[in-house]
């Protein structure tokens, strides 16, 4: 089992930035997948970025060129650097994890981008 518990989030300025982070309670290096999604009131929740077990990243097209996932293995923490926000990236962002078949969710976070 992972617990993950994250950080960071809050209410920014269009064109503004925040870094999210997510703390797992295991080694990341050993996750088969990582990832972020969000989801907006109202709306169902969607994939963000994605680093699968082979490493290889993948972004929403909504956040291309502006977000950028990444991780610390030393520190089991993963990271969404969020730059250029935009209101329209309002929304609760959760981490989630894959491993050993199952799949994990932080709490949530809100971020919250005025115009």
């Known amino acids: 089992q992972v617990q993950l518990v994250q950080s960071g989030g809050g209410l920014v300025q269009a064109g503004g930035s925040l870094k999210l982070s997510c703390a797992a309670s295991r080694s990341t290096f050993r996750l088969d997948a990582i990832a972020w999604y969000r989801q907006a009131a109202g709306k169902r929740r969607e994939l963000v970025a994605r680093?699968?077990?082979?490493?290889?990243?993948t972004y929403a097209d909504f956040v291309k060129g502006r977000f950028t996932i990444s991780r610390d293995n030393a520190k089991n923490t993963i990271f969404l650097q969020m730059n250029s926000l935009k209101p329209e990236d309002t929304a609760v962002y959760y981490c989630?994890?894959?491993?050993?078949?199952?799949?994990?969710w932080g709490q949530g976070t809100q971020v919250t981008v005025s115009s």
């Open positions: 989630n994890v894959g491993a050993n078949g199952a799949n994990y």
């Open positions: 680093i699968n077990a082979g490493n290889v990243i």
